[in-house]
């Protein structure tokens, strides 16, 4: 009894914790490329956007008040407290499954990984809520299983739907499934409660099917695009960059025990239907690193029935190794923190590529440049209506979350693969009429933003001013803001 007592404590100080640190990365690490991007979706809800469904979009629009208070704090809320939620049930369901050994296991595992904790668990992404329904809906069809009953088949599809209405991955759970019931139970392929689970699950696709007849199928376009397998040969390059990112982010750690739990002969394996849960999803992915660059958060939902799983199955004394991974996720995240913050460049000591290829300033920089660029245009009022341009959707979303006041227009320009959300939003913005100048920051780290990446008919009229960048006293890199002049509409460009 006192050792359940202990475990208990222990994880409720484990939740506790992992609240408390990740308020306040949420507080001091500025957004990055994706989140401010992503918070385009909570200022202008829709059915569906041009990159994912819209669930990211409605339960971030939510957790802001209607889009009314929008913080760097604030659109990270709603994955902090589904990154609770997911450690509540996962310490819950392994509780009365396995008791409190497991439980508090689940719970080292969980916080041990950098996707788990912080890119799913911090960061506004759409894994963030993704993974609450994706881990539900393994949960409650684990009791449909259990019972044959109808309601928690329902609620396993309708919650799968939910996942699948978050991001596209989640068509992977299902497809995870059959392959268990492929190799193990071929029957129930065709059982009603598969049937009924899979058309519920399915219907998750509705929005984004309407949002995508309205607009040319554009999502369709450009992920089909995205996943084309093998057209420029094998990259072991790309297969090699996407294992070692497997790796940090579930922690090399915690993939030992995983190994040395799978090849444990001595081990009577319980629930292996939640290692074939994540495997589909593992194995395009891993096909699409053969010739594509991919990124390593691609996979991540596949690591919550992992999780599970190897919290069930893994032999006692590897606890130590669970803490020894806890250790290496916090000095991943400490060391992370720091250098974003306080750290040199990393990059390109270049003038004109000063601060290229560092990837921390992707979360630095933006709030100073969004400061100085406010104390600017009140001295220069005249430029308060010029429209500001923009290439790419980073570091458009930047602009559009750190630097542009609220009455000024912000145009992205491109193709479409480059101004993605933008060319829907472009129309809100206003842009005066037969306006033909522009403000553009050219940018020292950026790869797009540059004059160099702009339209051939522009007219550069001046450089207004630099704005360098500084962290920790030290120039990591600059903005030039330029006006420049096109002859014509410029989205008419493209």
Not at 176 to 193: A, D, E, F, M, P
Request: include cysteine; aromatic fraction near 16%.
């Amino acid at each position: 009894m006192w050792e359940n007592i202990k475990s208990h404590r222990l994880a409720y100080f484990l939740i506790l914790l992992s609240l408390l640190i990740s308020i306040f990365l949420a507080l001091t690490v500025e957004l990055g490329n994706d989140e401010v991007y992503y918070v385009l979706y909570i200022k202008y809800p829709a059915l569906s956007y041009f990159d994912h469904p819209g669930v990211l979009g409605w339960l971030g629009w939510i957790f802001t008040l209607g889009g009314t208070i929008i913080t760097d704090f604030t659109v990270r809320l709603g994955p902090i407290i589904f990154s609770v939620l997911n450690q509540i049930i996962i310490y819950r369901w392994l509780l009365r499954r396995n008791g409190t050994s497991s439980a508090v296991n689940g719970l080292l595992i969980f916080n041990a990984s950098l996707y788990l904790f912080l890119i799913a668990g911090v960061f506004l992404l759409p894994d963030s809520f993704q993974l609450s329904f994706w881990l539900l809906s393994l949960l409650f069809w684990e009791k449909a299983e259990n019972t044959g009953s109808t309601t928690p088949t329902v609620l396993g599809g309708v919650l799968g739907a939910l996942a699948l209405a978050t991001k596209y991955h989640a068509v992977c759970l299902p497809a995870g499934l059959l392959l268990y019931y492929l190799v193990h139970n071929r029957k129930r392929i065709i059982s009603t409660q598969f049937i009924l689970y899979c058309f519920l699950f399915s219907l998750g696709l509705i929005p984004t099917i309407l949002w995508n007849s309205m607009n040319d199928w554009a999502s369709f376009s450009f992920h089909g695009d995205r996943v084309g397998f093998l057209e420029n040969g094998i990259n072991l390059n790309s297969l090699g960059a996407f294992f070692a990112g497997q790796l940090l982010y579930y922690n090399p750690i915690i993939i030992l025990v995983l190994f040395l739990t799978l090849f444990n002969r001595g081990n009577k394996t319980k629930a292996a239907w939640l290692l074939y849960s994540g495997l589909a999803l593992f194995l395009i992915s891993t096909v699409l690193a053969l010739s594509k660059t991919t990124l390593p958060h691609w996979t991540g939902p596949a690591f919550i029935g992992i999780t599970v799983w190897l919290a069930l199955n893994m032999r006692e004394k590897k606890r130590k190794l669970l803490f020894a991974g806890l250790i290496f996720n916090a000095a991943i995240l400490l060391g992370g923190w720091y250098i974003t913050n306080y750290g040199s460049n990393l990059g390109s000591k270049k003038g004109d590529k000063l601060g290229k290829n560092d990837p921390t300033q992707d979360l630095f920089g933006w709030r100073q440049l969004g400061a100085n660029y406010q104390l600017w245009l009140a001295e220069n009022p005249e430029f308060s209506k010029t429209s500001l341009l923009s290439l790419n959707w980073f570091p458009a979303g930047h602009i559009e979350h750190y630097v542009r006041p609220k009455n000024q227009p912000l145009i992205c320009v491109g193709p479409r693969k480059n101004t993605h959300e933008f060319v829907r939003l472009n129309q809100r913005f206003n842009s005066p009429e037969n306006s033909n100048q522009y403000l553009f920051f050219h940018q020292s780290n950026g790869f797009h933003d540059r004059l160099e990446k702009l339209p051939n008919r522009y007219v550069p009229v001046k450089k207004l001013i630099r704005f360098p960048i500084y962290r920790s006293g030290k120039k990591i890199r600059y903005h030039d803001l330029y006006l420049i002049e096109y002859q014509e509409d410029i989205l008419s460009s493209y």
